[in-house]
């Protein structure tokens, strides 16, 4: 689930959340965290990501305080709940639980689904208690504390692949902003 190089970004977003914050504050936390990030490479990429607007700058002397854009950031759970939601209204718990178990291959804790907002419900059935041992020391290792406590889940029935397969194809086409490319006529004649 969490790779340095790729979740560098959420990491810096995590940190940034309560207030704004400086470079040098940033690259403290960051080597706290096992990121060895030189400050001039830091420096660039939270420039690149003023410029992608993920990022706001303010110049206060003699440093520049980095603070997020509200909105811009959605993590992979949110974005899973909300295709989720667009997708089966009445049972979108059930579909995140299952697009998560999928994409992640393990069972899901119950912090990763409130993450996704799924706060009442609880979908799916628990997983066994090897399976949550077996997560829980893969999070661990990646960094994410979970409570020995914590309830996992996986889905309860596998007939949600249809929804998930198009829940992928339409985040793919999103992202690279090819819906456009989609041909959305119906096929009139059977062509043999």
Excluded at 185 to 192: A, G, N, R, S, V
């Amino acid at each position: 689930m969490f790779h340095p190089e790729r979740d560098l970004k959420q990491v810096i977003i995590a940190l940034l959340m309560e207030e704004g914050r400086s470079i040098s504050y940033l690259s403290r936390e960051l080597k706290k965290r096992g990121y060895d990030v030189h400050r001039l490479t830091l420096t660039g990429y939270l420039r690149a990501l003023t410029d992608l607007g993920v990022l706001k700058e303010k110049d206060v002397p003699p440093a520049k305080i980095y603070t997020p854009l509200k909105g811009k950031e959605r993590d992979i759970y949110l974005r899973i709940a909300e295709q989720a939601k667009a997708l089966v209204k009445e049972n979108y718990a059930e579909l995140t639980l299952y697009a998560l178990f999928r994409l992640f291959k393990r069972p899901i804790f119950k912090e990763e689904l409130e993450r996704a907002g799924i706060i009442d419900a609880s979908p799916g059935i628990p997983a066994r208690d090897e399976e949550i041992a077996e997560a829980r020391k893969f999070m661990l290792k990646l960094g994410f504390k979970i409570p020995t406590s914590s309830k996992a889940f996986v889905p309860l029935n596998n007939d949600l692949e249809e929804f998930f397969q198009t829940m992928l194809a339409q985040s793919m086409l999103e992202d690279l902003e090819a819906s456009y490319l989609v041909r959305e006529t119906k096929q009139t004649k059977l062509e043999f």
